[in-house]
C-alpha cells in the first residue's frame, strides 16, 4: 500500500475518501506490516490508517497485531479536545489525532534535535499533555502539541503544515519531534513575541 495523501483514509479496495470525525471502536487494531514497512490502525473490514511515524522511529518492526485499547481511546479524545479551537477540517484533526496516539504508544526514544529552535525560556514547570505551543526557527515559526510531556524535554507532534528547521531540512505536519521545554513558546504568548521579532 502505497502512502496516502495528507487528511485521507485508504480503503483497502484502493479507494480514497475524506471522513468526518471517527470513533474509536472495538474492532480497531494496530498492526505493523513488516513487507511494506508501516504501520497501521485496521479501522475496518475496508479502511486503514497509514500512520506517519517512519519506520526508523518505531521501538518495534517486526509484524504484530494489538487492540486499540481503552488508553488509546483516552488520548484520542483527549487531543481531539487538545486541538478543538484551532481551525482543522475534521479529516485533518482526525490525522493528527490518530498519529499522536501512534507515537506515544510505538516511538522509540528519540534524541532531541532542538539546535534548530531559539530559546524562549518562558515555561516555569512541566507543560501539560495536548497542550500547544509555538516554536521559532531562524527560517519560520510553527505549532506543535505535546504528546508525551517531560520535565528537561517533551515529545511533540507538528500540527501546523510545516515547520522549516534550514534550507533543506522541513518537518511536516504529523512529524513527531522531541524539544528542550526551553524552546517552547506559550501559545498565548506567541502573536507578543513574534511581533517583536518582524
Known sequence: MKNIPVCFIKEKNGIESKR???LPDENWRWVFDEQRQSLLLDLSDDMQFVVSVPPKQLAQKQA?????????????????????????????????VLNAVAAVKYTRPLVSQSWYYRDVDMLSGEP????????????????????????????CIVISQAIQLDADKSLRQSS???????????????????????
Open 176 to 198: 513527531v519531534c522531541k524539544l528542550m521545554n526551553s524552546k517552547l513558546l506559550p501559545y498565548q504568548a506567541a502573536t507578543q513575541y513574534l511581533s517583536k521579532m518582524a
Open 20 to 22: 468526518m470525525i471517527l
Open 64 to 96: 504484530f497485531t494489538e487492540h486499540f485499547s481503552l488508553d488509546d481511546s483516552s488520548l484520542y479524545f483527549h487531543f481531539l479536545e487538545c486541538l478543538g479551537e484551532f481551525p482543522f477540517t475534521d479529516p485533518e484533526r482526525v490525522q493528527i
Open 128 to 155: 501539560e499533555l495536548g497542550e500547544v505551543f509555538s516554536v521559532v526557527t531562524e527560517f519560520t515559526y510553527g505549532d506543535v502539541m505535546i504528546i508525551s510531556p517531560g520535565s528537561n524535554a517533551s515529545l
